[in-house]
């Protein structure tokens, strides 16, 4: 008997830089990929016209992230178009998106983060809360989110 599991998991490298470029945090943070997440999966696979994963988003809410989510709950400024999207893997599949969040983009106390297929509305793949990074008016931030798909 063939005994199969595909296992989904994700993780943000978050970079906080002052304005001259010096980290000021740097930390590695755990996502939940939400049911609005696992339907796009879904109906990619099966040939469905569903738009990439295109734009990632920071808010400052403190709800806990739950499976039914599909925004964040308390959006900092706007969408942010994705850098760049890598895949690589050699046992486990990888996808990679990283978004930077320039001086003046997303400000304040950031303590959510989702990735998503449209500037506005869409479906969100993922969502995370995390102990608060404050971003100030002249700080950037850089979010690499990747996932993971695993069988084992």
Do not use: P
């Not at 599949?93 to 950031?110: H, K, L, N, P, R």
């Not at 983060?113 to 971003?135: Q, S």
């Amino acid at each position: 008997m063939i005994n199969e599991n595909l296992k989904l998991s994700g993780q943000l490298n978050i970079v906080l830089k002052d304005k001259a470029g010096n980290i000021k945090d740097s930390r590695k943070v755990k996502n939940l990929v939400v049911d609005s997440g696992l339907a796009f999966i879904a109906s990619r696979m099966s040939g469905t016209s569903k738009a990439i994963m295109s734009h990632m988003a920071l808010g400052s809410s403190t709800t806990n992230a739950a499976a039914n989510q599909t925004d964040l709950v308390s959006v900092l400024g706007s969408r942010e178009a994705l850098d760049s999207t890598t895949i690589a893997g050699t046992n486990d599949e990888q996808i990679q998106y990283q978004a930077s969040f320039e001086a003046g983009d997303a400000t304040g106390a950031v303590t959510e983060a989702g990735i998503f297929n449209a500037a506005t509305a869409g479906d969100m793949l993922c969502r995370t809360k995390f102990d608060v990074v404050n971003k100030a008016a002249d700080d950037t931030m850089s979010v690499t989110w990747t996932i993971t798909l695993s069988a084992s």
